[in-house]
């Protein structure tokens, strides 16, 4: 796949993103989309909110707990960049019109302090990084057309980045059992989900380290004062104008957040 074709299939994400419009799955009419080729995709595709006036906060995993394997039917996680406009303060009002397809995640975020270079990168070498955790939602959104996706196309969408939360609570990770951390989410006050912080590829900190190590065969580093969201505990949450979400993870806080 050409260089011009990636640029146009980002182009496209762009435009979608840009008018809230899905497009078809590329999956279905790009031959040949390498996962190489989509992650090219998704690089042009970020350029071009960059272009427009956003910065890099962070990056996210996606794709992590079996329980969001099984939804979409994509079987290996993937990774994609936190823009500035993605970013809403906890307490604030999501509007629905700004989003395409919405559907909510709980997570566990990691607020950085040192720098993070893969290769080599370990569970220990995130913690050590790691100043302080938090509970976060991730609205993940997809410009794919009824979220028809496969690897190549939520990868070449910036891996179905939409919007996120971050809790207001923080707290250092280094005495906390992060793998067996409970997480409770409830949907206009009825309990929608659970998980634990295992479900994020056995270990939080773990997935952070499949990133780094991911990210550092590309000679990309995870930097000190990013935020990495670090995965689903569990399955993902549709949501619609009127609805409040409410999310509890044990030892680590609570994250809240209402769509208008």
Same mark, same amino acid.
């Given at each position: 796949?050409?260089?011009? $074709?990636?640029?146009?299939?980002? !182009?496209?994400?762009?435009? %979608? ?9 590329? =999956? %279905?009419?790009? %031959?040949?989309?390498? +996962?190489? !080729? %989509?992650?090219?995709? @998704? ?28 939804? +979409? !039917? ?18 604030? !009002?999501?509007?629905i019109a700004n989003l #395409?397809? /919405?559907?909510?995640?709980?997570? #566990?975020?990691?607020? $950085? ?28 959104? =997809? ?22 939360? +971050? ?5 250092? /990770?280094? =005495? ?24 994020? $590829? ?17 000679g990309v580093p995870l ?5 990495? $969201? ?10 619609? =104008?009127?609805d409040q979400l409410h999310? @509890? ?12």
């Amino acid at each position: 796949m050409t260089s011009t $074709l990636h640029a146009t299939l980002g !182009d496209e994400l762009y435009h %979608a993103w840009c008018e809230r419009t899905p497009i078809a799955p590329f =999956s %279905a009419r790009a %031959a040949g989309l390498s +996962l190489a !080729d %989509a992650y090219r995709v @998704q690089q042009h595709f970020v350029a071009r909110r960059i272009e427009a006036g956003e910065t890099v906060v962070g990056k996210k995993i996606g794709v992590t707990s079996q329980a969001v394997q099984d939804m +979409l !039917d994509v079987r290996q996680p993937d990774f994609g960049v936190l823009l500035s406009g993605m970013h809403y303060v906890a307490g604030e !009002d999501i509007p629905i019109a700004n989003l #395409i397809a /919405p559907r909510a995640e709980g997570e #566990i975020a990691f607020y $950085l302090k040192d720098d993070l270079r893969g290769p080599g990168i370990t569970r220990d070498a995130v913690l050590a990084a790691t100043e302080a955790v938090g509970a976060c939602f991730e609205i993940v959104d =997809s410009r794919i057309r009824d979220w028809a996706i496969r690897i190549g196309d939520t990868v070449a969408d910036n891996a179905s980045c939409g919007v996120y939360v +971050l809790g207001e609570e923080r707290v250092a /990770p280094h =005495s906390l059992d992060l793998a067996a951390c409970r997480m409770t989410l409830d949907k206009n006050g009825e309990r929608a989900a659970e998980g634990i912080g295992a479900a994020a $590829l056995g270990h939080p900190a773990d997935a952070i380290a499949w990133l780094a190590n991911t990210l550092g065969e590309l000679g990309v580093p995870l930097l000190a004062g990013e935020v990495v $969201l670090s995965g689903s505990l569990a399955a993902l949450i549709p949501v619609v =104008s009127g609805d409040q979400l409410h999310m @509890q993870i044990e030892g680590i806080g609570s994250c809240s957040v209402r769509f208008i």
